[in-house]
């Protein structure tokens, strides 16, 4: 669970340090915007995988490097070809961070009715 949270934090540094009081107009800004929701959707895919139990790192290093690639080059397409394509990468992954919020909710909303459940057993036994 921390891998995620780590590299999202290192990410955010990095990007504050770099672009702090610079306006981002344009392409750039796009093309950033794309990158920060590729980045938060692949943090947010880490951490339910670790609620899960089914994380990997390889999975989760090469999930981040296609989101970012893939959305990249959907968005240089539609500019390309005259049409705003980086609209459906926004799309998609606003979708799939709002379902993976959706699904760590859920996993820990029942992790902890699971540890209340678990305490009153013992208070009972006891």
Do not use: H
């Not at 290192?10 to 990158?35: C, D, E, K, R």
């Not at 951490?47 to 790192?57: A, G, I, N, P, Y």
């Not at 989101?67 to 049409?83: C, E, K, M, P, R």
């Amino acid at each position: 669970m921390l891998i995620p949270i780590f590299a999202f934090l290192v990410g955010a540094a990095i990007g504050w340090t770099l672009f702090q009081g610079t306006p981002l107009s344009g392409i750039a800004g796009v093309y950033l915007g794309i990158g920060v929701l590729a980045g938060l959707d692949t943090v947010l895919g880490g951490v339910k995988s670790v609620l899960t139990d089914e994380f990997r790192t390889d999975v989760f290093v090469t999930g981040f490097l296609v989101n970012v690639l893939a959305a990249a080059g959907l968005a240089w397409f539609g500019d390309q070809i005259g049409v705003q394509l980086a609209l459906a990468a926004v799309v998609v992954m606003g979708w799939r961070i709002f379902n993976n919020l959706g699904l760590i909710r859920r996993q820990l909303l029942s992790r902890f009715y699971e540890m209340q459940r678990r305490r009153r057993v013992e208070a009972e036994g006891s």
